[in-house]
């Protein structure tokens, strides 16, 4: 029989917020974190906005030393691992190391170090490369360094599957408690790319929102407007535990992970497939693993990205997947208000995913003003909606055609 699975922990670090009740504080309030960029001159650039991370100060948190061994996606991801680790109430000593690992989602890694260390050796040589470059960079080391910090010795890897990375991770973490390998593990996503050769490359594809006059109106999912996502960057990290462990240590819970979907499209390097196909049968599977049917669900938070393609495809694979019972549901994008944070895009809709269903609040969609025949569903408008959440998908897609949802629901003896 497979073991249940419960989450215990949140943390986060995001550009309406560095924690969890900043985040969720400044959702609820319908606070955008969009402005324009300043980390680096936008002059030509096409976009010249995104989520930049506010007030982070790495000496808040590491050592001088620590810094200079650790790119910002990883400082983020730690920062947010702590809190999610304090939050669940472990301390090492209160838990066993061989029995606990983490699983990150990151879709780039450390692009700043890669960009540093490019420009440092075009500039002076090989020489000159730091020997720090490759355990800065390399997509993986974020989840290394939190289990070096907090002692986890089961399970230890990074996933990429692009803005699916976050959902993907989660959903192998839950797969190795259910199956036994271990009894807590620290999962979410980590992202720290906006960066001005990231940024090139996604306004190279006009990927991204040009709506640079109005930073806080671009991200605008599922409106008839939109033109586009907007980048941003942090980290969101969940405790993933063995409901019977967590007990026997008073944990608090704050929901039940129950099922997990994953699908390739198999049609188009960028672009989802028709109708949303192979998202909709990731969703179908999350809800069958989780034993339960698509009228059992009555929240989802959309992965929304503002683009055209997603959000017209992905409102057909909802309308494919819960029939006429989508009226009956509460839909929401948290990139509206955060932006598009990549490979950590998943890991805060899960925190977001859990904290809706403890204390029955479906934060809005902000921006949706223009309705768009393609795209006509309750998406939350504008203001948040006091609304019980009994079930919930957290779904995700990333370029590749990768298909990931995962089904929360409320924690029942």
């Not at 290394?144 to 990429?160: C, M, P, R, Y």
């Not at 980290?235 to 007990?247: D, P, S």
Request: charged share 20%; aromatic share 8%.
């Amino acid at each position: 029989m497979k073991r249940r699975v419960v989450i215990t922990g949140l943390g986060a670090v995001t550009p309406i917020g560095l924690d969890v009740k900043s985040l969720w504080e400044g959702l609820l309030a319908g606070k955008s974190g969009i402005s324009l960029i300043e980390k680096f001159d936008t002059t030509d650039f096409s976009s010249k906005i995104a989520g930049e991370i506010k007030n982070f100060n790495p000496e808040d948190y590491f050592d001088k030393k620590e810094i200079k061994k650790l790119d910002l996606y990883t400082q983020f991801a730690l920062v947010a691992a702590r809190e999610a680790i304090k939050d669940a109430g472990l301390e090492q000593g209160n838990y066993d190391p061989n029995r606990s690992g983490c699983v990150i989602g990151a879709g780039i890694g450390g692009i700043w170090t890669f960009q540093e260390e490019t420009e440092k050796y075009l500039a002076k040589g090989a020489r000159r490369v730091s020997p720090f470059f490759i355990p800065k960079m390399i997509s993986n080391i974020a989840a290394g360094h939190i289990a070096i910090e907090h002692n986890l010795k089961a399970i230890n890897f990074n996933v990429t599957s692009a803005c699916a990375s976050a959902n993907h991770a989660l959903g192998t973490s839950f797969r190795s408690i259910q199956y036994g390998d271990a009894d807590i593990i620290v999962s979410g996503g980590t992202e720290g790319a906006v960066n001005p050769m990231a940024m090139a490359g996604f306004c190279a594809m006009k990927a991204l929102s040009t709506r640079n006059d109005e930073p806080t109106r671009a991200s605008r999912p599922f409106d008839k407007e939109r033109d586009g996502f907007v980048m941003s960057e942090g980290a969101g990290m969940l405790v993933l535990e063995e409901l019977e462990h967590a007990l026997a240590r008073g944990a608090r819970i704050y929901a039940e992970l129950v099922g997990y979907g994953a699908t390739c499209d198999a049609f188009h390097v960028t672009a989802p497939a028709e109708n949303g196909e192979g998202s909709a049968r990731a969703i179908e599977s999350a809800i069958k693993d989780g034993g339960l049917k698509p009228e059992d669900i009555n929240y989802m938070n959309a992965h929304g990205t503002s683009t055209p393609l997603n959000d017209k495809n992905e409102s057909a694979a909802m309308r494919t997947v819960f029939g006429k019972h989508v009226n009956n549901m509460a839909i929401n994008s948290t990139k509206s208000m955060v932006g598009h944070m990549l490979g950590a895009a998943a890991g805060i809709e899960a925190i977001v995913c859990c904290l809706s269903i403890q204390d029955s609040k479906v934060h809005a969609t902000l921006n949706y003003e223009n309705v768009d025949p393609d795209c006509e569903l309750n998406y939350t408008p504008n203001k948040y909606r006091d609304f019980e959440v009994n079930a919930a998908v957290s779904n995700s897609l990333g370029f590749g055609g990768h298909n990931s949802a995962l089904v929360f629901k409320k924690y029942v003896k």
